[in-house]
């Protein structure tokens, strides 16, 4: 079985920052993509930000210069760092990873539970 956990949402001030973290584990050959993407109330998920497994990034441009993701492939590990933080930022924060179980010769998206990030104005 794989398992993408996370960790580290909150309720912040705006202006404030927070650091989420999405630890993969399980029955896993290789992981290729592994991002964020977040689902506000009423609207549909969205895509934060994704590392490719040779580091390309690909940023939401309503984050762009305020959050940063970055990943430990020897950890299976994907983190989010988030500054400058907006109200409109208010969602649960969803892991995802694009990987290649043991049992399987294919690649599917695997997603975490979710964590709640709050900004207050």
């Known amino acids: 079985q794989v398992q993408l956990v996370e960790s580290g949402g909150g309720l912040v001030q705006a202006g404030g920052s927070l650091r989420l973290s999405c630890a993969a584990s399980?029955?896993?050959?290789?992981?290729?993509?592994m991002g964020w993407f977040r689902q506000a109330p009423g609207k549909q998920r969205e895509l934060v930000a994704t590392?490719?497994?040779?580091?390309?990034?690909n940023y939401a441009d309503s984050v762009k210069g305020r959050f940063t993701i970055s990943r430990d492939n020897a950890k299976k590990t994907v983190y989010l760092q988030m500054n400058s933080l907006k109200p409109e930022d208010t969602a649960v924060y969803y892991c995802?990873?694009?990987?290649?179980?043991?049992?399987?010769?294919?690649?599917?998206?695997?997603w975490g539970q979710g964590t709640q990030v709050t900004v207050s104005s």
């Open positions: 995802n990873a694009y990987l290649r179980p043991l049992y399987s010769s294919d690649y599917y998206p695997y």
């Open positions: 399980g029955s896993i050959f290789s992981i290729n993509a």
């Open positions: 590392m490719t497994n040779d580091g390309s990034t």
